[in-house]
């Protein structure tokens, strides 16, 4: 039996190197990596969304204690010149005097509106949006009370409002309170939320566009 010479090379037990470029010369196919790191989720904003509410509701409570206990309906006193008066009235209707003789419906979506941010709450992280909805929130739990606890009746009541800029008496503006206020700024700063592109979970909305359209299969 011959021993094997030097020059001898047996293909089948050296592969080569793996790196190098095929016979066609195209570059060697790598797998793509698997363990892709996530994006740290932005943390929940719940926190904020409650504080918020909590401050809009105890101002709204104890400013309507404080005028109930103080004004006398038909008169108004004012300050700051006459740019502001105190006018205490009873309303029936929505935020500003609107719809009225629709007390009890407006108590029912007043609830509803309440379920529905609650229920938003958990999934919330983005600080304008928690910002706004704290205030709708607030304000609509504000009046809700009034709703619930003052007379007439268990969601028939009437809400307490007492603020009358430019005039008395709602002569040129209608008399409002701190959850009516903070219903309408609210709802104002969610628009201007979603016209930017802010989404629900703190990132723009143009951002995911982009994203989705880097994605392998999508564009």
């Known amino acids: 039996m011959s021993e094997p010479r030097p020059d001898d090379h047996d293909p089948a037990a050296d592969p080569g190197p793996t790196d190098e470029p095929t016979a066609s010369g195209a570059a060697p196919v790598t797998e793509p990596a698997t363990d892709q790191v996530a994006q740290p989720q932005r943390p929940r904003r719940v926190a904020l ?23 006398t309906p038909g008169e108004s006193p004012r300050i700051l010149g006459g740019l502001v008066y105190f006018s205490l009235i009873r309303n029936p209707g929505a935020a500003f005097s609107m719809a009225t003789g629709m007390t009890w419906v407006l108590a029912v979506i007043a609830v509803i509106v309440v379920v529905v941010i609650i229920r ?16 709708i929130l607030g304000g609509a739990i504000g ?6 606890f003052r007379s007439p009746g268990f969601m028939q009541g009437h809400v307490v409002d007492f603020v009358s800029v430019f005039g008395p008496n709602a002569e040129y503006f209608p008399v409002f309170n701190v959850a009516d206020s903070a219903i309408t700024i609210g709802g104002i700063t ?18 995911k566009e982009h994203q989705q359209a880097q994605e392998p299969g999508r564009g």
Do not use: E
């Not at 009046?143 to 619930?148: A, E, G, M, Q, V």
């Open 49 to 71: 969304l409650a504080v918020i509410a909590s401050v809009i509701i105890v101002l709204d409570l104890i400013t309507k204690i404080i005028a109930v206990a103080l004004l």
């Open 120 to 135: 938003m709450a958990a999934r919330l992280r983005s600080v304008p949006w928690a910002v706004c909805l704290g205030l």
């Open 143 to 148: 009046n809700l009370i009034d709703r619930i």
């Open 190 to 207: 969610l628009v201007v939320t979603a016209l930017l592109g802010i989404d629900f979970d703190g990132t723009r909305l143009r951002g």
